[in-house]
């Protein structure tokens, strides 16, 4: 008891004194640094972060053995290695700040969806007739594109097609995506029970973990799906299966009773992350491949 008595007196005596505030403190840096951890090793960044570990090991055994023009260097380039490192990332850091802004508790702290019309998305009707549309374009392999928009506003891609402003109905979505119409190159958007824009340009998916078999098509409606929480629906061209991309995952192969079961869990309300489970009743195998 002595022993430990006297290493106690020794050691613990030179430990600064830990108040409420340091404890909230180490809390929050831990928080921050753990999620910020795990959003590298989500993006691109990840590969980009081993290879700066691996630089400043270097640069320590540099030091270590007084390699001065090394070191010299080093010193001299860093200012110039941040600025880069914003500029590679730039997409990451983009798409962070989104999701950031999307979290729930900043939703409930800034009520910046006072005017927000709690009904649903988009009626009974609009689901069925875009199933229904699907579902006769899968037949007759009819390729198309519809970007069911939920909370994130798509106007940045709206402005890249043809505006149309008219009610969703099979007949329209089909007459739009027929081959050799003016129409039928690109993506509908749709918002609420209407179709805005035709034509569209979307963003393609550059995730390595999509199957190759897949078109540029396939790879655009990944795509919006990774930079906005809408919803999109895909019918193959060349195979007329029915496909959904959602928070930047793939599934393949659904009949038209499965999707429009799917576009009725986000009618009412957006499906966020922990609620993104919802897919995981779908054949794994089928994902992203």
Known sequence: MEQIRSFADKYLAHVPSLRVTDIVEIVIISFLVYHIMVWIKNTKAWALFKGVVFIMVFIVLAAVFEMNTILWIAKNVVMYGVVALVVILQPELRKALEQLGKTEFLASLLPFEIGKVEDGLFSDKTVHEISKACAEMGK??????????????????????????????????????????????GAVIVRGDRIISATCYLPLSDNMSLSKDL????????????????????????????????????????????????????????????EHRLWKGWPKNEKNK
């Open 215 to 274: 078109g540029t098509r396939h790879r655009a409606g990944v795509g919006i799906s990774e930079v906005s929480d809408s919803m999109t629906v895909i019918v193959s061209e060349e195979t007329g299966k029915i496909s959904v991309a959602y928070s930047g995952v793939l599934y393949r192969s659904l009949s038209p009773a499965e999707l429009e079961e799917q576009l009725k869990k986000i009618q009412n309300k957006p499906v966020d992350e922990k």
């Open 140 to 185: 007759v392999k009819t390729g198309a594109l519809i970007v069911v928009q939920q909370n994130d506003p798509l106007t940045e891609y709206e402005r890249t097609g043809i505006d149309v402003d008219g009610i969703v109905t099979s007949q329209l979505l089909i007459n739009i995506f027929e081959h050799n119409t003016p129409l039928h190159d």
